[in-house]
Every structure is written in structure tokens, then in C-alpha cells.
């Protein structure tokens, strides 16, 4: 990167120069050529002036001496005066001769065999011995060898401007680089057992510090998933071997003691620990097809949410607890028809398992532009997210035991049970409200524990659906 950085950089200094170059060499060009067509054409009048006066001497003085020629010539060709280079020689332009009006022009002249670029200037004047003609010449040599040192002074300094721009540009893409040098070695250092590591920050505050900043908001993510993962894999580990345990246990007093076993029992005992075994299975492979599922498209439905409700509470009705709805009709919201089916069977479950006396179900939808606030997206109740349209409100309340304000976050989180005086429960696997709160992440929603005077109480807010879908 450094030496196509460098190498660009370079062609572009070059070539800007070269153009700059070359633009200089055309005005300069053009200004010593302009000042000599100045000079010959001063010249002329000068010496025109002189001889329609009839006060030319033969031997004409002339300005720049050398580089500057004048002749007087008749129009039969005849020269009458020239400046001392010229003595001896016929007209210098033979075509001037015939000219009739002022000119300026570049030509050729030939001395002693030797050929010369030079501006002509011709001025046609009367004299009192007749019509002639004025020509004056001005050398360009010295234009040509100013525009020689000129060029050669470019060429020179292009050179050195490219040496110049090579070397600042490599060395400050160098030191550009360097901390992108210093966050590759590091992340190279990262593996999947070092999540830890963080990349350093340049305090250049340019873009390299916020991609440094960016790799480590992305390393945060990657340990607290890890780390997640990690906790996960031993809480599901020691979930599963509890019922295996008892499993095994029962086989082995069966095989020790076979005359002590009633073969009826153990069956419907193993088949207890069975079902348990697999309700644990079942819930952690939903856990991990919600995670897959969680912040992207997912394919929803249009779903009737209250008569989804209405059949799970009637499906959960237990004669010990009674319970009381107030269930609005229509309300619609698009989502996965078995997700909510198992969010509502969760929360119904939990608010059964709690209550003393009464579970009280209710369903109503909100306003245009309501917000539903939460715990942030990071915690376990699925985040703060606000449902800028319609939303369907869904609580759930029971009139048990409460639940402390320190543990509303917590109970969210996966194999977590509270206390034994709440937890009356056999065989529950701490799975449920971390299944609801990730089916209600799904469907970007969100759920949170409600301040009430007594017993718990749920509510899941998701946006509603339009009627119209």
C-alpha cells in the first residue's frame, strides 16, 4: 500500500509539474518572441523616420548591436544603408522588398553560411531619391538560449521535486500506517480463548483511531457472545446432567435391588425424568434457533393476536387458580404464529406456577406513536425499544410472591431461579422467561416486569399490525 500510495502520489506531482512546466516554457516562449517582434518593428519606424527625412548615412546604427539588423532598400533591390553586420550583403528578405504595408514576421536569415532565426520587421517610406523599404531584424539566439536554460532549469527541478515528493509521501504514509501496522499485530495476537485483548487507539482522532475504536466495540461484542456461549454450554451441562443423574441412579438401585423395585414405578418414574430430559432439550434448541433468528428478517404473518390468546388461556385454565381476562378482539400483529403461541403458553405458565389465587390475562392495543420503555437492549428483558406506531399491550399478572427489584432484570437471563419460597416449581428448567424475552426481541418488542402492589406482573408490548394487511 505504501509503494502504490507512494508511486501515485509521485505521478501526480510529475505530471502537474510537467504541465506547469510546460506552460511556463510557452509564456516565457512568447514574451522573448513578442519583445523581439517589438524590438524589430521599433527598429523599422526608427530608421523609417530617418530616411523619409532624407537623413540616412549609409552605415545605419542600430540598437542591440549584434543581434539587431537594419537595411534600406530601393524597390529595385538596390540597398542604400545597412547596419555594419550587413555590409556587403543584398536584402536580407528579398520578398520585403515588394511589401507595401507595415509586417512583422519570423524568418530565416543566411550570414557567412550560417542560417538565423530572427523577428522581421518591413516599413515601406518615401525618401527624397524614392520610394524604399525599412528592414529590421532582432536575433531570437537569446530567446532560444534563455528558453534552453529555462528548460533545462525545469528538467532539473522536476527531478528533484519528484525525489522530494517520494520520499515525504512514503514517509508519511509510513507514519500513517503505523498504527494500522500496530492493530493488525495485535488483532493477529486475538484467538478465540483471548477475547480480552483490545486494540491500541491512536489519539490522531482521524480514521484510523475510529476503525480502532470500531474493532474494539466489535472485540466487546465478540468476548460478551463468548462469554454468553461459554456460560451457556456449563449451565446446559449442568442442567442436563441433573435428569441423567436421576436416571441413572434409579437404573442402577433397579439393578442392585431388583426385588425392592416395582417395575410400574420405576417406568413411570424414568419416564418422568425422560420427559423433563427432553422438555430441556427442546427449550435449548429453541434458544439457539432464537438467536439465530434475533435482528434479522424473519418470516412473519399477519396473526390474530387476540384469538391466539383466547385459546391458550383456555387451553391453561386450572380449577385451583382462577382466572380473569379482558381481551380486546381484532387486535393484529405480524410475528411467527408458533413463537407467540410458546410466549404466551411461557408467561401463562410462570404467572400459574406463582400464584396463589388469581391470574388475571389482558390484551389491549395503544395509540399512534406510544413508546414502550424497557431496560436497555443489552439486558436480559430485551431492550428499550421504542414502537413508534400502534403496539399491542399483553399483561399477565398473578398474585403471588413479588419480585424483588434486583432480580427483575436477572430472572430474564437463562437457568436462572430465584429463591426456593418463590420457586414452587418442580422440575422447571429456568428457560421460560429467557425463551419470552427472545421471542419478544424477535418480534421487536419488549417485555418488563410492572411495579405493582402485590404478586408479579408481565407485560410484552409489540408493534400492532395494520388492518389492512
Do not use: C, W
Not at 134 to 152: F, P, Y
Not at 334 to 352: C, K, M, S, T, W
Not at 391 to 410: K, Q, Y
Not at 439 to 468: C, E, K, N, Q, Y
Amino acid at each position: 500500500m505504501r509503494a502504490r500510495i507512494t508511486a501515485a502520489a509521485t505521478v501526480v506531482v510529475v505530471v502537474a509539474l510537467a504541465i506547469l512546466g510546460v506552460a511556463i516554457t510557452l509564456i516565457v516562449e512568447s514574451n522573448l518572441i513578442g519583445a523581439a517582434r517589438s524590438a524589430a518593428a521599433a527598429q523599422a519606424r526608427s530608421i523609417a523616420a530617418l530616411a523619409h527625412a532624407g537623413q540616412v548615412a549609409p552605415v545605419l546604427q542600430v540598437d542591440g548591436l549584434n543581434s539587431t539588423y537594419a537595411q534600406v532598400v530601393r524597390r529595385d533591390g538596390t540597398v542604400v544603408a545597412a547596419s555594419p553586420q550587413l555590409a556587403g550583403f543584398g536584402p536580407i528578405d528579398p520578398a520585403a522588398v515588394r511589401a507595401t504595408t507595415h509586417e512583422s514576421h519570423t524568418a530565416t536569415i543566411t550570414r557567412h553560411g550560417e542560417s538565423e532565426d530572427v523577428e522581421m520587421a518591413t516599413v515601406p517610406t518615401s525618401t527624397p531619391d524614392g520610394p524604399v523599404v525599412v528592414i529590421a531584424a532582432v536575433s531570437l539566439d537569446h530567446a532560444h538560449d534563455t528558453l534552453g536554460v529555462l528548460i533545462g532549469g525545469l528538467f532539473t527541478g522536476l527531478g528533484i521535486a519528484t525525489v522530494i515528493a517520494a520520499a515525504v509521501t512514503y514517509l508519511v504514509v509510513t507514519r500513517a500506517l503505523k498504527p494500522v501496522e500496530s492493530i493488525r499485530n495485535e488483532v493477529d495476537r486475538i484467538t478465540s480463548t483471548d477475547l480480552a485483548r483490545r486494540v491500541p487507539v491512536p489519539e490522531t482522532r482521524d480514521e484510523i483511531a475510529h476503525l480502532a475504536q470500531t474493532m474494539n466495540t466489535m472485540l466487546d461484542r465478540l468476548d460478551a457472545a463468548a462469554k454468553q456461549q461459554r456460560r451457556f454450554i456449563a449451565d446446559a451441562a449442568h442442567e442436563i446432567r441433573s435428569p441423567l443423574a436421576s436416571l441413572r441412579a434409579q437404573l442402577d438401585v433397579a439393578l442392585a435391588h431388583p426385588e425392592v423395585t416395582e417395575p410400574s414405578q420405576l417406568v413411570r418414574d424414568l419416564a418422568d425424568e425422560t420427559a423433563r430430559l427432553q422438555a430441556l432439550t427442546e427449550d435449548l434448541l429453541l434458544l439457539v434457533r432464537l438467536d439465530a433468528d434475533t435482528g434479522t428478517e424473519a418470516h412473519l404473518a399477519t396473526i390474530d393476536f387476540a384469538d391466539l390468546v383466547r385459546g391458550r388461556v383456555a387451553a391453561h385454565q386450572r380449577n385451583s387458580v382462577r382466572l380473569e381476562t379482558s381481551l380486546q378482539d381484532g387486535v393484529l400483529v405480524l410475528g411467527q404464529e408458533i413463537a407467540l403461541r410458546r410466549l404466551v403458553d411461557n408467561l401463562l405458565d410462570n404467572a400459574y406456577r406463582h400464584a396463589d389465587s388469581t391470574v388475571m390475562v389482558t390484551l389491549m392495543t395503544s395509540g399512534e406513536d406510544s413508546a414502550v420503555t424497557g431496560p436497555p437492549r443489552e439486558q436480559a428483558t430485551g431492550g428499550d425499544m421504542p414502537v413508534r406506531s400502534a403496539s399491542v399491550r399483553l399483561t399477565i399478572r398473578n398474585d403471588g410472591p413479588g419480585i424483588p427489584d434486583a432480580d427483575r432484570e436477572r430472572i430474564f437471563d437463562r437457568f436462572v431461579r430465584l429463591d426456593d419460597a418463590r420457586d414452587r416449581d418442580s422440575g422447571g428448567t429456568g428457560l421460560g422467561l429467557a425463551i419470552a424475552r427472545d421471542i419478544v426481541r424477535l418480534h421487536r418488542g419488549a417485555v418488563a416486569v410492572d411495579d405493582v402492589a402485590d404478586g408479579a406482573s408481565f407485560t410484552v408490548t409489540v408493534p400492532r399490525a395494520p388492518a389492512s394487511s
